[in-house]
Nanobody, 121 residues
């Protein structure tokens, strides 16, 4: 089970840190990713962290503003989001999978319930 937290309402230019806590499985064995879905749009890739933790991947929209990290001792993955923009408004989901493919929504086996992020201008 994956449980996200940390979403909320923030002004443009502000920051939020999302957390994804896992139970029942060890996240260090999985590639973990963050995705988001805005109303009327498809779910899209935001960032991912390889199972080893040595490699990170970002969507162009997230580069330079978002940072994905993990704390294996806490079995938790984080998404630090800085310089938030109104277009970042969406429900954010964490996900986990085996294997190396990181960008494809359909490749992820396990999903959280999502946390709402709203950025006001």
């Amino acid at each position: 089970q994956l449980v996200e937290s940390g979403g909320g309402l923030v002004l443009a230019g502000g920051s939020l840190r999302l957390s994804c806590a896992a139970s029942g499985r060890t996240l260090s064995s999985y590639t973990t990713g963050w995705f988001r879905q805005a109303p009327g749009k498809e779910r899209e890739f935001v960032a991912a962290n390889s199972w080893s933790g040595n490699r990170t991947y970002y969507a162009e929209s997230a580069k330079g503003r978002f940072t994905i990290s993990r704390d294996n001792a806490k079995n938790t993955v984080y998404l630090q989001m800085n310089s938030l923009k109104p277009e970042d408004t969406a429900v954010y989901y964490c996900a986990a999978k085996s294997g190396t493919s990181v960008y494809n929504v359909g490749a992820y086996n396990y999903w959280g319930q999502g946390t709402q992020v709203t950025v006001s201008s």
